[in-house]
């Protein structure tokens, strides 16, 4: 019952069971029959030139020079860094109820007054207004993220704060919140 075959199936079919955000992006894209060719060989180009970089020895770069990972993963926030005032992706909009926007307007003093902006002083500046304001952490940071980034995913709202920086950040804010 443990033959190689079965076992090399089975590992294969939890890899692909594993539905990542590539995965349900082509899903979503076939489903909807959207750009599906384009789709699916952009991921496969994607996915082959990971393969290939890790066969490579990505890794060990990696691993024996940390600042490679920082860079990567700053460049893959990128899209942050668009012109104001910034496109908003259907679910992002459709976070941005009038509540969210006012709660975007009561955050924009206590961020205005931040001095510290680095992602541990903002986490903790943001869980206290939450904790204040007897809310989660989620009803603050995912308006927040949607007036950062125009998105409803991104890396770490602390870190997309820090990543802008304190005057676009509180720019974009305002721009949302209707100040």
Known sequence: MNSPLLVGF?????????IGAQNAFVL???IRREHVLPVVAICAAADALLVAAGIAGLGALVTSHPTVLTVTRYAGAAFLFAQRPLPLEEKAAALLTDEARALLARLTPSLSIQSDWTSEALEANLKALAAEWGLGLGKLAQPLRAALTGQTTSPGIFDV????????SLARIADQAGQ
């Open 161 to 168: 704060l820090v990543l802008l920086g304190k005057n676009e």
């Open 28 to 30: 979503r894209q076939g």
């Open 10 to 18: 089975l590992a294969s079919f939890a890899l692909i069971a594993a």
